[in-house]
């Protein structure tokens, strides 16, 4: 028997079949009828019967367990501030984990989540690998030589090997080439190894679980049911002037993180004003030192001119925000779509072509009227020149 192996096996041709000595003194015997791995009576030598080929040699006593997610079960995180309109009372804040068709209980009220929407996400089809402590992606789900149904049949060694290899006979020895394959390597990838975070999803481990979070582009229906009885009904309009200065508008568009605006609205006394500002509408806090809020707005466009008004009652006032949002869109987004590298989902977004052409055509209007100033300055220059020149 000819042939070369590779450096933790050393093989030795016997009467009787072949040794086999492993640098991890793993004991294993190979018998030809049950084609079973069981234990040598030797604990340095793994003993084969005559004419066997040896496909694979165990390198240690590690198991990994590999598995993919068919279903998933879906969890939504929410936020709950709830405000009395008695004075007496201040907000309570809830952080709620809320699941598909179940009932979450409050004080006053239940809320249901009647269905929830995920965008589209491959990460989720992923394959994975754990030891028992650890869970990373494999890349590779299905290149492991030895595969086994069980945990019981991976010690009882009943198990399937998948063989790859190419074998070439030449006279009285035989070549055999197979794929390389190490699985503590592919385990091993710190790119792959849970947690796992971009800027579209994010993969974690909790025990032996998957946990995905989508922070984006996921959207849910709740049904929120009363428990309170009303026994009385009062209704109470302040009519304070609320005001809010002309602001900036900040951020993106077209993007996850939106624009927003930081306004302070201004009252003789504290109460809620109504801010309406196109199609858009947000309740904010008012008082006389001034009470900052945050507005958020999603445009498609870059140059944006809002004309808002806040109500406090009946009386109204008008306030501008306006601003020149950024473009963050990735421009190798739809060639890694288009290639089946991109794992994320997000949708390719075009720049504002017309105000980049309005910014262009600003800048040659300039470049034109100085080139104009320029030529005239040379023209009376010149005229000037052949005068004092004639003169003399």
């Given at each position: 028997m000819y042939g070369e192996t590779a450096p933790h096996i050393q093989m030795t041709c016997t009467e009787q079949g072949v040794l086999v000595n492993t640098s991890d003194n793993q004991t294993f015997e190979l018998c030809a009828d049950t084609n079973l791995y069981k234990p040598h009576a030797n604990p340095m030598l793994l003993k084969l019967p005559p004419h066997v080929t040896v496909y694979a040699v165990p390198t240690d006593n590690k198991v990994y367990r590999q598995f993919h997610c068919l279903r998933w079960s879906e969890e939504v995180k929410l936020e709950l501030v709830m405000e009395e309109l008695?004075?007496?009372?201040?907000r309570q804040y809830y952080v709620l984990q809320l699941m598909p068709n179940v009932p979450t209980y409050l004080p006053s009220l239940r809320?249901?989540?009647?269905s929830v929407t995920l965008p589209p996400t491959p990460s989720l089809h992923s394959h994975f690998i754990s030891d028992d402590y650890d869970i990373a992606i494999t890349k590779k789900p299905n290149a492991a030589p030895l595969h086994c149904q069980s945990r019981e049949a991976t010690i009882a060694m009943n198990c399937t090997l998948n063989d790859e290899c190419r074998c070439t006979a030449a006279e009285n020895k035989v070549q055999c080439e197979c794929p390389p394959y190490d699985i503590a390597e592919e385990f091993n990838r710190i790119e792959l190894k849970l947690p796992v975070k971009t800027s579209s999803w994010e993969l974690r481990r909790r025990k032996n679980m998957v946990i995905a979070k989508i922070p984006h582009l996921a959207s849910s229906d709740v049904m929120i049911d009363f428990n309170r009885t009303i026994e009385q009904l009062i209704t109470l309009e302040d009519d304070d002037v609320c005001t809010i200065a002309n602001a900036p508008l900040e951020g993106c568009y077209s993007c996850f993180r939106d624009a927003e605006a930081t306004v302070t609205c201004q009252s003789h006394a504290e109460t809620v004003?109504?801010?309406?500002?196109?199609?858009?509408?947000?309740?904010v806090s008012c008082s006389p030192k001034g009470t900052p809020s945050k507005l958020r707005f999603h445009f498609n466009t870059a140059r944006q001119s809002q004309n808002c008004s806040i109500r406090?009652?009946?009386n109204l006032r008008y306030f501008t925000l306006e601003g020149v949002l950024k473009y963050i869109g990735d421009q190798q987004a739809p060639l890694s779509s288009l290639m089946g590298t991109s794992s994320a989902h997000s949708?390719?977004?075009?720049?504002?072509?017309a105000h980049i052409f309005n910014v262009v055509l600003g800048w040659y209007k300039t470049l034109a009227l100085a080139a104009v100033v320029l030529l005239i300055a040379l023209l009376v220059s010149y005229v000037c020149l052949q005068r004092l020149s004639l003169s003399f």
């Amino acid at each position: 028997m000819y042939g070369e192996t590779a450096p933790h096996i050393q093989m030795t041709c016997t009467e009787q079949g072949v040794l086999v000595n492993t640098s991890d003194n793993q004991t294993f015997e190979l018998c030809a009828d049950t084609n079973l791995y069981k234990p040598h009576a030797n604990p340095m030598l793994l003993k084969l019967p005559p004419h066997v080929t040896v496909y694979a040699v165990p390198t240690d006593n590690k198991v990994y367990r590999q598995f993919h997610c068919l279903r998933w079960s879906e969890e939504v995180k929410l936020e709950l501030v709830m405000e009395e309109l008695n004075k007496t009372q201040s907000r309570q804040y809830y952080v709620l984990q809320l699941m598909p068709n179940v009932p979450t209980y409050l004080p006053s009220l239940r809320l249901t989540m009647t269905s929830v929407t995920l965008p589209p996400t491959p990460s989720l089809h992923s394959h994975f690998i754990s030891d028992d402590y650890d869970i990373a992606i494999t890349k590779k789900p299905n290149a492991a030589p030895l595969h086994c149904q069980s945990r019981e049949a991976t010690i009882a060694m009943n198990c399937t090997l998948n063989d790859e290899c190419r074998c070439t006979a030449a006279e009285n020895k035989v070549q055999c080439e197979c794929p390389p394959y190490d699985i503590a390597e592919e385990f091993n990838r710190i790119e792959l190894k849970l947690p796992v975070k971009t800027s579209s999803w994010e993969l974690r481990r909790r025990k032996n679980m998957v946990i995905a979070k989508i922070p984006h582009l996921a959207s849910s229906d709740v049904m929120i049911d009363f428990n309170r009885t009303i026994e009385q009904l009062i209704t109470l309009e302040d009519d304070d002037v609320c005001t809010i200065a002309n602001a900036p508008l900040e951020g993106c568009y077209s993007c996850f993180r939106d624009a927003e605006a930081t306004v302070t609205c201004q009252s003789h006394a504290e109460t809620v004003g109504e801010i309406l500002c196109g199609h858009q509408a947000f309740v904010v806090s008012c008082s006389p030192k001034g009470t900052p809020s945050k507005l958020r707005f999603h445009f498609n466009t870059a140059r944006q001119s809002q004309n808002c008004s806040i109500r406090c009652g009946n009386n109204l006032r008008y306030f501008t925000l306006e601003g020149v949002l950024k473009y963050i869109g990735d421009q190798q987004a739809p060639l890694s779509s288009l290639m089946g590298t991109s794992s994320a989902h997000s949708d390719f977004v075009w720049p504002d072509f017309a105000h980049i052409f309005n910014v262009v055509l600003g800048w040659y209007k300039t470049l034109a009227l100085a080139a104009v100033v320029l030529l005239i300055a040379l023209l009376v220059s010149y005229v000037c020149l052949q005068r004092l020149s004639l003169s003399f």
